[in-house]
Each structure stands twice: as C-alpha cells, then as structure tokens.
C-alpha cells in the first residue's frame, strides 16, 4: 500500500531552537542514547533559518488547505534561546501563517529558566507552555538533576508556580513525567495533579529491543502497565479531574475514536522536526534506535514540507495498520495499542518489524482500563430512541465540560462558556442549545477534543448561533482567526480580514462588528457578506438542513464538495425534497422505527460518491450531488442500522472493550442492513443472511454486557424471522 503525503498531510512541527540543556537527565533521548548529532548542531537557530522555515510551513499549509498547525518550540532546552529571541520566532511564525490557518504555539520545557519576561512573550503570541516533572522530588531527582548534579525539583516547582498564577494560567499547557516503575505510582500521581495542571502526560521511557528498558524489583511480567494501571485507579478515584493524555487515548480507542497520542492508536503521524542548522528530521524519539535514525538528508533551504511528506521514514509512520508487525496485526487490541511508538519497536535484527519493546505491559493497560471502564448494567438507549438521543446529549455536555477543564482561564472561552452554561439552564433556550451541539461537525470536533478542534472562537460562535435560533439576548466578543466567521446551522458571515469581533443577539436579530467599526447585520437573506444555510422543509419529516459550508464538514469516506452555486444549491435540494417525498409515500407502520435513520445535516459529496454516513455515523449524511432519489432511500434502511450502533457505542457499553463482541457485532448489523438493501430473496441478500448468522453464532454472551445481550437478541430474533426458522 503506498500513502499519498495529502492523505494525511503534517500538520505539526517541532523547532528546535537551542540545542544545548542546563539538566543532564540520564533518561534523556537527545544526549543520552545512541544518536549523537547534537555535538554537531549550532548551539541556537539562526533567525533566517526561522523565516525560512516559517514560509515553507505557511506555503504547505496554504497548498494542502490545513484548518490548523501546531508549532512545537523544542530544544535541548528552548527557554535558553531567551526571551527576546522567543519574541523573534513566535512573531515570524504568526506573521508568516496569518490568514494562510489557525496556529497553535506551544513549548515543552523543563521549566528551570522561566520568569515573568518569558511568559510575557508567551502571553504575547498566546504559547502553551508544558513543563517536564517527574513527580514528587524523591521521583524527579532519580534522573533529573543540574549539570552540578544537583536537584532540578524546587527550581522548577518556582517555574510552575508562576505559570499557575492568575495572569499566566491559561498559558499553563500541561505536565509531562517520565514513568520510572521504581517510584511511588500514587505519589507521583497524587503531586503531579496537586499543582493543578490542564493535562498530564504519562511517557514510557525511550527504549528499544537492543536497549531495554529497566524492569524494577516487582517480579512482574508487566511492571509498567502496574504503574499505569495504579494511576488509573486513582485518577478515577479523584474523578478524573486532570485529562491524562495516555488514559483519554485508551478510552477514545476502546469507544471507537481516534487516538490522542503518537504513542499509542493507529492514528497517522503528522510531525515534522527542523533542528537548529535547518535539517528536517523525523520524529525525535528515533535518537533511541541508532545514531542518525532520525535524519532525511533534507535541509530547509533546499527541500519543502511536502518533499519531507513524502520521504519514506515519515510515510512509515503513516501506514496504521500495514505498518505494523504481523504480531501486532493480529492482536485484539491493536486498535488502542498500535503497536507502541515507533521508536520501541526498534532492533538491530528486524529493524522496525517488531512488536513495542513494551507489548506486554501495552496489551495489560489496554485490557486492565477496558475491564475497569465497561458498564455490564442495562440501558435504557438500547431500547428507546428516544433515550439513545438523550445519551448522545448527554455526551455532548460531557465532552463541553472536558473542553473548559482544558480552556478555563481564557477570557473568551470564560465569555462563551458562561453564555452556553446560560442558555443551557433554562428549558425554552435550552433545546435550541441541543440543536446546535448535536450538529455532526460540532460532534465531530468534541470527540476529537484537540486543542486545534476546541477553540474559544468556535464555541462562541456556538453560543450565538443557539441564542438566534431561540430569540435569546447575547452579547460575545472574541478573536475571529480567520475571515469566515461560520455560525454552525446557520451561515458564513464573509469578514474584511482575522481580527476581534463583537456579536450581539437582540429582538431584531444578530449584528457583528468588526474592530475597525464594519457592522454586519445578519438575517435569513443573502447578503454580500452573508451566506445563509438552506433548509429543507418536506411534510412529516423534521425540517433538514443542508452545509455546504461548514469547514470542518469533511468528515466522509468520499470528498465534500466546495459551498455550491445558488443553481446548484437549488437542483440539489429538489432532489433530497423527491427522495423524502418518496420516502413517505414508501413509508408504513411495518417500518422499524428503531433503526430509522435520524439526519442532523445533509452535505453535498463530489458527484458518484453516493449515500455515505459521516465517519462516526454521528447524525451527517453525505449525499452525492448527482444522487438518485430511488437509491438515496434504498440506502436509508442500512445506514440507519449503522447510525443506529455507532450511537450506541457512542453512549452505552455494548462489550468490553477490545473483544472480539465487537467485531462480531459489526458484521451482524451490517450484513442484515445488506439483507435490507438487496432483498432477501436475492442471491446478494441470501449470502448477507448467511454471513449475520455465522457472526451472531460466534457471539456468546459472556463477551456481551446486558445492553450488548439485547442488541444481540433483537438481532437473532431479526434473523430467525427472516430466515423463516424456529
């Protein structure tokens, strides 16, 4: 399989910046293990190696359409470079993207150099700041000492406590601890979370099968998944109140989301690194494997971004599933695990074809979080789909309150939260705040709660578009970074240029304005300013709306296509109008009202795309432009039944996580929706009834928690009718 660079385009970079550190950390990847190609470094990045660099990125990003980059400032240690040449980097970078994407700055730093004068420019240009402890000093001081040997620990304690202060907080990016199994599991944990950081990372120290890592006394075959596990336990006791990279990604993974980390999951890379001479390298964990394992041979004067997209040690760590061991490929749980960071996989022997050097203690955190997080109880969504659209409320506002556990302190996001938690509390406003959260593409940047999905601009921007739709007084400002201030169910208000914005909801409707004094009033009408959505009314269905516009909407096995012509916006909505007639005009009492395909918003796919279901099946539907409206409706009866599961796994433990339930449960439903779709009289349907009746032979119960039990029931009593067997 060969990955095409656009596929997955890279969308962060790590910049070095100093090359040199004022810690000497015997676990330390850069210095400590096999690459040595920090001896030949310049000690600080040259700032026209910084424009250069700058303008590739910002090219790259304007080629591949990126929404979002993440600049990582790196070193050594970054904080070094000082403040004036921190100012220096951070102005070029947003000069150079402004307008062009979203850019996120952020600095990973052991914290021992930071004062007011650093944070002042990280205020500035708005830099996320996370700091490397390892938890309490007893922990930190086994590795982390000065260069005089000396203990790092209250130096950096001073750092954190700055950052912590009301002026900095919202800089305040996270903690990240190297795991030593030779420390206390609960007062690393316990001291960590005590300062009250955003986010945690826990990070397996960098290994390889030719440089294991150190087991401890404990005797067992999985002493780091022990370590996490017991962090788990008593992350869950305090209510996981502090996000932790490491659990977050097992969770999503065991649900069916993405992966949150390069550590584990199957999630593409999308990291480059440019070191402080210009080179291009890889990821820098692969110092671990060998001297030079991370070089390209590619240098910012002479190579772009998308010459290092291409080159075969990054599109190595692109592959998911094909780029893994056959080990790895079959095991059970390698949608979490992924085999492990790639650098772990390393050995002199197979090179890279190995399972991680850490498989086993992957494979017991995995099963060990999917065994303690699986609710084997009843619920009641998988018997009332009624109940199942509350659950995926319900999930909405959970997933809103992770966002302002990562955003609180930010003066915008404060702004905007306070407006939902308003429009929330009372019962006439309150439905149109569901309206819009369940919004596909809203859904889709919640799950994948990222900082560059969840911004303060977007869930303002939320927050108005309920209070139009409820007629609610509201008045936000925030810093809009692009020109296309786009209201999700709503429309795309066309500004003159990125900059803050006042928005303000009144009985006469909504007016902008910009900071130049430009004031936009906005109305069911076209503008030349303002695009409204379309939505389509068709009697006894809910009305239905059609985005064409929303930026994050590409989430469809098949491509989106740019907002349409008013022609073809009009030709495209008579269709769906037909089909639904059709469909009423088909519709009877005998049709089954739990799998009925339940549509938050229609988008336009590029013609012979056909009928597809947004990626998590969360309530978009794709539609080719060029659809058929008999086709368009054969198709609703199966991809219901796939809304239907992925909203159930969504909200509701069908199984443990992880098992084979899973699988199996997947054939099922999708085999009988082919049963539905070609008949089952025909050839095509009877081979579908054959293949749901091997994959529910294969389910047993004891896989199956009590809501798993009664899917798995109503779908064998489906069999057994239409096969016509007892």
Not at 367 to 377: C, F, L, M, W
Not at 542 to 570: N, W
Not at 611 to 634: M, Q
Request: overall charge negative.
């Amino acid at each position: 399989m060969t990955v095409s660079p656009g596929d997955h385009p890279l969308q962060q970079l790590v910049l070095k910046i100093h090359s040199r550190c004022d810690l000497a950390c015997d676990h330390c990847y850069v210095y400590e293990h096999a690459d040595k190609s920090w001896k030949t470094r310049p000690v600080v990045i040259d700032q026209e190696t910084v424009r250069q660099t700058a303008a590739r990125f910002a090219t790259y990003a304007r080629e591949h359409d990126l929404a979002s980059v993440t600049v990582i400032l790196h070193g050594g240690e970054p904080l070094l470079a000082g403040p004036a040449r921190l100012r220096s980097i951070c102005a070029e970078f947003s000069a150079a993207l402004a307008g062009v994407t979203e850019l996120e700055l952020k600095i990973h730093t052991n914290g021992m150099q930071l004062s007011r004068r650093h944070l002042d420019v990280f205020r500035e240009y708005g830099v996320l700041v996370s700091v490397s402890l390892d938890g309490d000093q007893v922990a930190n001081d086994r590795h982390r000492l000065d260069r005089r040997y000396r203990s790092s620990y209250h130096r950096v304690l001073r750092a954190i406590d700055l950052l912590r202060t009301e002026e900095y907080r919202h800089l305040f990016g996270g903690l990240l601890c190297t795991v030593d199994v030779a420390n206390d599991p609960v007062v690393v944990h316990d001291t960590l979370s005590a300062l009250s950081p955003p986010r945690i990372d826990y990070l397996l120290p960098h290994s390889t099968w030719d440089t294991p890592p150190p087991r401890g006394s404990s005797g067992s075959p999985t002493p780091y998944a022990d370590w996490l596990l017991a962090v788990f336990d008593r992350w869950t006791e305090q209510g996981r109140k502090v996000r932790v990279r490491t659990f977050d990604s097992v969770l999503s993974t065991l649900r069916g989301g993405p992966s949150l980390t390069e550590a584990m999951g199957l999630a593409p890379s999308d990291l480059a690194v440019v070191e402080t001479d210009g080179s291009f390298e890889q990821v820098d964990s692969l110092k671990t494997a060998y001297d030079g394992a991370p070089a390209t041979g590619y240098h910012v004067d002479e190579h772009t971004f998308e010459q290092v997209a291409r080159h075969p040690g990054v599109q190595a760590r692109q592959r998911g599933l094909l780029g893994l061991s056959k080990t790895c490929r079959e095991c059970p749980v390698v949608q979490s695990c992924g085999g492990g960071l790639y650098a772990h996989r390393y050995s002199s022997e197979r090179e890279f074809d190995n399972p991680s050097v850490f498989c086993h203690d992957l494979r017991a955190l995995v099963d060990g979080v999917a065994e303690r997080i699986t609710d084997r109880s009843l619920s009641p969504a998988v018997l009332d789909p009624e109940a199942l659209r509350f659950a995926r409320q319900d999930l909405d506002r959970t997933l809103l309150a992770y966002a302002n556990e990562r955003l609180a302190g930010d003066p915008d996001w404060d702004a905007a939260w306070l407006a939902l938690l308003r429009l929330d509390a009372d019962r006439t406003t309150a439905e149109h705040l569901n309206r819009v959260l369940s919004h596909p593409y809203l859904r889709a940047a919640l799950r994948h709660a990222e900082a560059a999905h969840v911004t303060a601009s977007r869930f303002a921007r939320v927050a108005v578009a309920a209070a139009v739709h409820a007629h609610a007084p509201l008045r936000l400002t925030w810093d809009q970074p692009d020109r296309e201030l786009h209201l999700p169910t709503l429309g795309t208000l066309t500004l003159p240029a990125p900059g803050r914005v006042e928005a303000v909801v009144s009985a006469r409707g909504l007016d902008v304005r910009t900071a130049d004094g430009t004031l936009f009033t906005v109305g069911d009408q076209p503008t030349q300013a303002w695009r409204p959505l379309t939505v389509l009314k068709v009697a006894a269905t809910e009305p239905l709306l059609i985005d064409d516009a929303d930026p994050r909407r590409a989430v469809y096995p098949a491509p989106v296509t740019a907002p349409l012509a008013p022609d073809e916006l009009g030709a495209f909505r008579e269709r769906l109008r037909t089909a639904y007639e059709l469909r009423a005009e088909q519709a009877s009492a005998a049709d089954d009202e739990r799998n009925a395909l339940r549509v938050d918003a229609v988008t336009p796919l590029v013609a012979g795309a056909g009928v597809r279901l947004a990626e998590d099946g969360l309530g978009g539907l794709g539609v080719a432009v060029d659809f058929e409206p008999a086709a368009f409706v054969r198709e609703l009866p199966r991809l219901g039944r796939r809304a239907r599961l992925a909203a159930l796994r969504a909200t509701t433990d069908l199984h443990v996580p992880g098992n084979q339930a899973g699988r199996l449960l997947t054939e099922a439903v999708d085999a009988l929706g082919d049963v539905a779709y070609w008949g089952p009289e025909t050839p095509e349907g009877l081979q579908s009834l054959a293949r749901a009746g091997r994959a529910l032979a294969a389910l047993t119960d004891r896989d199956l928690t009590e809501s798993g039990e009664v899917l798995a029931a109503e779908l064998r009593e489906e069999w057994t009718t239409i096969a016509g067997r007892p």
